[in-house]
């Protein structure tokens, strides 16, 4: 079924251009680079996998609880709304919501894809060409799972939110080749890796978390990429150079903390956009998920040495200015120790059922003779 018979709501002209801006930039030394940015590219060539053999996508999928939401978790439990709320009523609740949520994740990766591109395109260096190239397939493979569990187990997708869509148009329009790294490299990606952070760790539901484990071992990658090569510019730019970009992160953090809230979906419900607003404002789950948002971002921006007194004052104001102490590194090493012992777990359970199969059919022939 087209991907327009399966939105929520109108998502408007089937494409969205961006105008290009900034120079595509050849380089002529091919034989030194980075040794960690070579290992990092290295990394990303092995670590290639195929999304429809590694996902077990026979699980099964409930459309109407496909992460296993609890009640507390909603925005409108406890309210008169979710009182008159039939069972079925908050059954399509949560499919909105989880629609909603890998709908962003979608749109998302295809920034992130596109952006990536661009960093082939425009960053002068060719180590960070190499890798550049590994993660813009990285992002095509995210983009396909998600569009894949969109249509084949929820069967309903959410317009891109304005507000990730604004960020995603500044960090394309900007000529300076670095920005793409830090528009989508710390703060998309960091926001989306601390999202499915928080439902990989939180879900009941296999299928789901499958797809989030897989997609964050490969974040992980991108995300030390974008430490390496923003770490290395920044200490070369001047302090004027340093508080723009220390702008252009603030912007994003408020941009990114008060708008993606899903409050597009309380709407669907008929819920007025202020109520919604307002309540999910109030929800401390939200409250709650907004901080943890930060855990990956703030520590990130903090290396690359973005980290002056009016970002400092903006992180003391968002309450998240202790997070910058985290390690990253930490954070990174569990999100690839997780995806591989899921694998582990996975495959030792199906070469178990091989073996059974085996010796069933081994005892069934001996019985026969």
């Known amino acids: 079924m087209p991907t327009y018979d399966l939105y929520a709501n109108d998502p408007g002209d089937p494409h969205w251009q961006v105008p290009a801006t900034g120079a595509a930039r050849f380089g002529w030394e091919y034989d030194e ?8 590219y290295q990394k990303g060539k092995d670590k290639q996998w195929d999304g429809n053999k590694r996902v077990d996508w026979d699980l099964e999928v409930d459309p109407y609880d496909p992460l296993g939401t609890p009640d507390e978790a909603m925005i409108l439990y406890g309210t008169p709304y979710w009182a008159k709320m039939t069972e079925r009523d908050r059954g399509e609740l949560r499919r909105h919501f989880a629609s909603w949520q890998f709908s962003q994740f979608l749109h998302g990766e295809q920034g992130a894809m596109i952006c990536a591109a661009r960093i082939v395109e425009s960053v002068p260096d060719l180590d960070a060409k ?26 309903m997708l959410y ?28 703060l998309i ?62 912007e994003g953090c408020y941009l990114m903390r008060d708008r993606l809230r899903g409050v597009e979906v309380l709407e669907n419900f008929g819920v007025p956009k202020a109520e919604a607003d307002e309540l999910s404002e109030r929800s401390e789950f939200l409250q709650l998920f907004r901080k943890l948002l930060f855990s ?6 903090k290396d690359i040495g973005l ?49 059974a199969e085996v010796r069933e059919a081994i005892e069934a022939g001996a019985a026969e003779g």
Not at 203 to 213: E, Y
Not at 296 to 301: A, E, G, S
């Open 33 to 40: 680079g980075r040794e960690r940015l070579l290992a990092l």
């Open 130 to 155: 190499l890798y550049s190239a590994t993660q813009t397939m990285d992002e095509a493979r995210h983009a396909e799972i998600y569009g894949r569990f969109l249509h084949e187990k929820i069967g």
């Open 159 to 186: 317009p891109i939110n304005d507000n990730l869509q604004s960020l995603l148009g500044d960090t394309l329009r900007d000529s300076r080749w670095d920005m793409p790294y830090l528009g989508m490299q710390v």
């Open 189 to 250: 990606e960091g926001l989306a890796l601390a999202a499915f952070g928080m439902i990989r760790d939180t879900t009941d539901k296999p299928l789901p978390q499958q797809i989030l484990a897989y997609v964050m071992q490969d974040e992980a990658r991108h995300v030390a990429f974008g430490r390496m090569a923003l770490r290395d510019y920044y200490r070369q730019l001047t302090d004027a150079e340093l508080r723009e970009r220390e702008e252009f992160v603030i």
């Open 296 to 301: 990956r971002i703030v520590p990130c921006v």
């Open 307 to 355: 980290w002056g007194e009016r970002l400092q004052r903006a992180y003391v104001d968002m309450g998240v200015l202790e997070l910058g102490d985290s390690s990253l590194d930490l954070l990174m090493a569990q999100d690839e120790e997780i995806a591989e012992r899921l694998d582990a777990e996975r495959f030792a359970t199906e070469e178990a059922q091989r073996v």
